[in-house]
């Protein structure tokens, strides 16, 4: 059926009168709820698309005429371009399902058109889908922070890490802190040789703190880095520390960048209790360990970490954009391009 027939349609024109007096509802009461209204509305649209789509004989200029005469009707709103109209219909159809329509409904709405559109593009499921939304409304993250972490597959990462936290935490505790540590962890904004050593890792991570705690997720702040202690009379040198303000405790991180072994995890275990004694204070709860290796062996790591007394977490980190030690030889050093640059601009000044 072309466009000119689905408009002289009986059935289409009684059902785009009542298509138009419920905007017109919902538009009075988005003064006060913007976003959950117009969602409430757009879940309504596309389901009366997708059942109308299955039903009638409007065939494929359904979208286009509907969008043309909601526009016409309405010329302030930019919702209604067959495109946005076909956005709607993925949406509603994603969700679709007698066990899981109810409960997105509450949620979906409550956070921006935006983020509705990437998660339910971009999710393969619907446990992904809303995981994402309760990340989404649990930290607040704008559509591009939404973005990067569904790129870098956080749902798939999320709480994997391998860690003892049930044997050396109360339950509340270890659930939060193994739901805040990842398996792999991606410094993807790192540009580091393939064989790069624990210092280049560590000034590379603390260049760009900002993705750095982007990455290791809400609740970390930064403390320091090479932050010493002294047991007896020897001094050591923690790689970065942090403090997790949801945990309420010190966060040592060790960065290796060999495989884990043994050794790693006693090492991190010595540095753990050195915290809890010189800087831990009496209101904060045990301090936790995070050893980021280039690789493990998960059963390795379990049983490394079987008897310790410290809770610590194992994970691998990944580098997407290493740069071969070939390649980066090749480039020049910020100071050969800062002089050449001097160099340019001297000789401009004389001309």
Not at 41 to 61: N, P, R
Not at 221 to 235: I, S
Request: proline share 4%.
């Amino acid at each position: 059926m072309n466009k000119l027939a689905i408009k002289t349609d009986e059935s289409y024109k009684s059902w785009l009168k009542e298509l138009k007096q419920s905007f017109l509802q919902a538009q009075l009461k988005a003064a006060t709820r913007v976003n959950s209204t117009l969602l409430e509305f757009y879940w309504q649209l596309g389901s009366d698309i997708v059942e109308k789509q299955e039903a009638s004989h409007w065939g494929e200029g359904f979208l286009a005429q509907l969008s043309e005469d909601l526009t016409r009707e309405f010329p302030e709103i930019k919702g209604f371009s067959k495109r946005n109209l076909e956005l709607i219909r993925h949406w509603v159809i994603f969700w679709s399902g007698p066990a899981i329509a109810k409960q997105p409904v509450s949620q979906i709405t409550q956070i921006p058109w935006g983020h509705n559109i990437v998660i339910a593009r971009k999710s393969h499921s619907h446990e992904e889908a809303l995981f994402y939304i309760r990340q989404t409304l649990q930290h607040g993250w704008s559509r591009n922070v939404l973005i990067h972490h569904m790129e870098s597959g956080l749902y798939q990462r999320d709480g994997k890490a391998i860690t003892n936290f049930e044997q050396t935490l109360p339950p509340v505790q270890s659930d939060l802190a193994q739901q805040s540590l990842k398996d792999p962890y991606m410094f993807d904004f790192l540009s580091l040789t393939t064989n790069h050593n624990e210092r280049e890792l560590e000034k590379g991570l603390v260049q760009h703190m900002t993705r750095f705690l982007l990455e290791l997720g809400a609740g970390f702040a930064y403390v320091g880095r090479q932050v010493p202690l002294v047991v007896g009379e020897k001094d050591f040198y923690l790689d970065l520390l942090f403090y997790h303000l949801k945990l309420r405790c010190y966060v040592v991180i060790e960065l290796k960048t060999a495989e884990f072994t043994p050794e790693h995890a006693g090492k991190l275990n010595f540095y753990l209790t050195a915290v809890d004694r010189q800087v831990k204070s009496p209101e904060d709860n045990p301090s936790i360990g995070l050893l980021l290796c280039k690789q493990k062996d998960g059963l390795i790591a379990e049983y490394a970490l079987s008897d310790m007394q410290k809770p610590i977490g194992i994970s691998e980190y990944q580098l997407t954009q290493a740069l071969p030690d070939e390649l980066k030889s090749s480039l020049p050093s910020v100071e050969e391009i800062e002089a050449e640059l001097g160099k340019d601009l001297g000789d401009g000044e004389m001309r």
